[in-house]
């Protein structure tokens, strides 16, 4: 049976930030995103993470593409991706994939993390990709790592489906053999560990663009590094993600909205899931 995800048990979840709290107590993020052509999905995706309150960000990006992080978001840390000095293991969470491109390089970091790091992980787009050209690297997957696949992206993976429904099953059944979480992206998008399933209840078409799941990326990176669970980061990000799109259309229209302006919201969606109204 699919559960509704409600505002309700997103307010039972979220930790109300201690006054003695300091930023280690909130962790620290690692985004490998971006590529030359691609660094707004870096941008996206940080800004995200970063207004999802994580205590520390670092971003790992292309040598020539770092003053575009340096200007555009201050409060992040950047790696650059020719650096062999990434050690996995100094960070909290870390996600991976958003406009990363498929290349030599972009698979040897997606491999190094695969192998070296033990904790849940956060897959999305080129990610995803490079896993479904290369099926042997499902194996390497750390236990309770977050999937966040469209449609194709999941079909790529899993073999092709022939109805949402199909796909849904075949979602619940893949994160139950793996131990994972899959975040199946949609006019619904479905959140499952294998033994439960949500169905998300917020959202809007304004979020058919480029952009959207770069962002969520970025959402559930902070709130796995935030000693959040694998699961529960999952639903916090799916649901205020789509929440702070609601509220934007107070402003927007469906086509008028841009991801950036949804970004902007997420302190809105924190604040009112905690007052639960």
Same mark, same amino acid.
């Given at each position: 049976?699919?559960?509704?995800?409600?505002?309700?048990?997103?307010?039972?979840?979220?930790?109300?930030?201690?006054?003695?709290?300091?930023?280690?107590?909130?962790?620290?993020?690692?985004?490998?995103?971006?590529?030359?052509?691609?660094?707004?999905?870096?941008?996206?995706?940080?800004?995200?993470?970063?207004?999802?309150?994580?205590?520390?960000?670092?971003?790992?990006?292309?040598?020539?593409?770092?003053?575009?992080?340096?200007?555009?978001?201050?409060?992040?840390?950047?790696?650059?991706?020719?650096?062999?000095?990434?050690?996995?293991?100094?960070?909290?969470?870390?996600?991976?994939?958003?406009?990363?491109?498929?290349?030599?390089?972009?698979?040897?970091?997606?491999?190094?993390? $695969? &192998?070296?790091? +033990?904790?849940?992980?956060? =897959?999305?787009?080129? #990610?995803?990709?490079?896993?479904?050209? *290369?099926?042997?690297?499902?194996?390497?997957?750390?236990?309770?790592?977050?999937?966040?696949?469209?449609?194709?992206?999941?079909?790529?993976?899993?073999?092709?489906?022939?109805?949402?429904?199909?796909?849904?099953?075949?979602?619940?059944?893949?994160?139950?053999?793996?131990?994972?979480?899959?975040?199946?992206?949609?006019?619904?998008?479905?959140?499952?560990?294998?033994?439960?399933?949500?169905?998300?209840?917020?959202?809007?078409?304004?979020?058919?663009?480029?952009?959207?799941?770069?962002?969520?990326?970025?959402?559930?990176?902070?709130?796995?590094?935030?000693?959040?669970?694998? $699961? &529960?980061?999952? +639903?916090?990000?799916?649901? =205020?993600?789509?929440? #702070?799109?609601?509220?934007?259309?107070? *402003?927007?229209?469906?086509?008028?909205?841009?991801?950036?302006?949804?970004?902007?919201?997420?302190?809105?969606?924190?604040?009112?899931?905690?007052?639960?109204?």
């Amino acid at each position: 049976m699919i559960k509704k995800l409600i505002q309700s048990e997103i307010k039972s979840i979220l930790k109300i930030r201690k006054p003695d709290s300091n930023k280690k107590t909130y962790g620290h993020a690692l985004l490998v995103v971006g590529s030359k052509g691609k660094m707004g999905a870096a941008i996206i995706s940080a800004r995200a993470c970063l207004r999802s309150g994580v205590g520390l960000l670092t971003v790992n990006i292309p040598l020539e593409e770092r003053q575009i992080i340096q200007i555009s978001i201050p409060e992040a840390m950047i790696i650059e991706r020719e650096s062999k000095e990434l050690n996995t293991d100094f960070f909290s969470a870390i996600g991976i994939g958003s406009g990363l491109g498929i290349s030599k390089k972009t698979e040897e970091i997606l491999v190094k993390i $695969l &192998e070296d790091y +033990k904790q849940p992980i956060v =897959l999305d787009a080129d #990610a995803l990709n490079m896993i479904s050209l *290369k099926k042997n690297l499902l194996k390497k997957i750390p236990y309770g790592t977050i999937l966040t696949p469209h449609q194709k992206e999941f079909d790529r993976l899993f073999g092709n489906h022939i109805s949402s429904d199909e796909r849904i099953q075949s979602a619940i059944k893949k994160a139950k053999e793996m131990n994972c979480i899959i975040v199946l992206k949609g006019h619904k998008t479905i959140i499952t560990d294998g033994t439960e399933a949500f169905q998300n209840s917020t959202g809007n078409a304004g979020l058919a663009k480029g952009g959207s799941g770069d962002a969520l990326t970025g959402m559930i990176t902070a709130f796995l590094a935030s000693n959040y669970t694998a $699961l &529960e980061s999952a +639903k916090l990000g799916v649901f =205020l993600h789509g929440f #702070a799109a609601d509220y934007t259309l107070k *402003k927007q229209s469906m086509e008028s909205m841009l991801i950036t302006d949804v970004i902007e919201n997420i302190g809105y969606s924190f604040k009112s899931c905690l007052k639960g109204n």
